[in-house]
């Protein structure tokens, strides 16, 4: 019978050296850089004093957001990711404001021992506030549990906006329906469909739908900007902030000339809501009644939007065209990007659409 085999553990000498700590801290950071995200680097901060001065110092930090609390602040009237979302975007944006619970910062403690929180200033667990533990971010990205604007099943409704201290571009998506697409079945096009807009749209309410979902975006991007003011305010090293959601519905980026303008000019804010005010706005409007998508997928009633303040309209060169048709063409991502693609081939359909 042979003995039990047994491994046991080298003696550790009192003069030997840690490996990781003859790593410089420039490496470090750039590994901090690549976790971003703010509850995993809270963990990392707490493991070592010198994690926990190199934490604050990451420029690449991410916030999902887990929940929304109502305006008054009571804990008890939180709304978690399994509640309804409001169908109404008026009275969600009234009733909402952003939260987040961050759990590794809230029992953070000092590394000599004391009592006291590491940031104390997190006790309320908002983003602004969570994000004031950093003092070099660069690139941020925050992610809301879900999209602003409720929409019926099947309804497509995907947005992108940039902003300085107001509006810039704004590109839409819709659809009526999203539908997969049988295998082999073969769409009959539609009478309907010579590349104009054909007459039900406007009388069986498809234009009155696409303004609503034009209103109900634009409103979600001007109030989202606005809440984003402290957070700019606190990172004068910003150069890239994008605030989106779990859903994918909206996605609001500053790149570095954004954010300088909007720290040198005041912000036009609405009087009758916490958001930013939308301006006088040229509308570029183009319609598709079918379009069939990579994937087996396929878009009815499919709607192009592209938005840009009025002021910019007498002084846009060709550069500036340049620039929205690659910020348009690049909005979004997959199948959906290739329904921009077709769409942006259709006959074009100008509006106007007064500030509010």
């Known amino acids: 019978m ?6 046991h553990a080298d003696p550790v000498l009192e003069d030997e050296v840690d490996q990781f700590d003859c790593l410089p801290d420039s490496l470090v950071l750039l590994i901090l850089n690549k976790v971003e995200d703010v509850r995993s680097l809270g963990r990392c901060s707490v493991v070592s004093k010198r994690f926990f001065g190199l934490v604050p110092l990451v420029h690449d930090v991410c916030v999902k957001i887990d929940r929304v609390v109502s ?28 939260f987040t619970i961050i759990k590794p910062f809230h029992s953070m403690r000092h590394s000599n021992g004391a009592g006291r929180p590491l940031f104390p200033q997190l006790s309320q667990h908002s983003p602004a506030q969570v994000l004031r533990g950093f003092s070099h971010i660069r690139n941020l990205r925050i992610e809301l549990p879900s999209g602003d604007v ?7 409704l995907k947005w992108r906006a940039e902003y300085g201290s107001t509006l810039q571009s704004c590109v839409i998506l819709g659809g009526t329906r999203v539908d997969r697409k049988p295998v082999g079945a073969e769409h009959e096009p539609s009478t309907e469909d010579n590349g104009s807009m054909p007459e039900s749209f406007y009388t069986n309410g498809g234009l009155k739908l696409r303004v609503v979902w034009t209103i109900s975006s634009l409103i979600a991007a001007s109030t989202r900007h606005y809440l984003l003011r402290t957070i700019i305010k606190d990172h004068p090293a910003l150069t890239s902030l994008v605030l989106t959601d779990a859903d994918g519905q909206g996605t609001l980026c500053m790149g570095a000339e954004q954010l300088k303008e909007f720290r040198e000019n005041q912000l036009s804010a609405s ?16 319609y598709a009644p079918y379009l069939e998508l990579p994937g087996g997928m396929a878009l009815q009633g499919a709607t192009l939007v592209a938005i840009k303040p009025s002021t910019e309209g007498s002084n846009g060169g060709h ?3 340049k620039e929205t048709e690659a910020f348009i063409s690049g909005a979004f991502d997959g199948p959906f990007k290739v329904a921009v693609k077709a769409l942006m081939k259709r006959r074009t359909y100008l509006l106007e659409m007064n500030g509010f």
């Open 319 to 321: 550069a500036s065209r």
């Open 2 to 7: 042979h003995p039990k085999a047994r491994i």
């Open 71 to 98: 305006v008054d602040g009571d804990a008890e009237d939180t709304l978690n990711l399994s509640s309804p979302k409001p169908r109404n975007i008026f009275s969600h944006f009234l009733k909402l404001m952003l």
């Open 150 to 156: 409720g929409t019926e099943e099947g309804v497509l």
């Open 271 to 286: 009087a009758c809501s916490n958001r930013t005010q939308v301006p006088a706005c040229n509308m570029k409007l183009k």
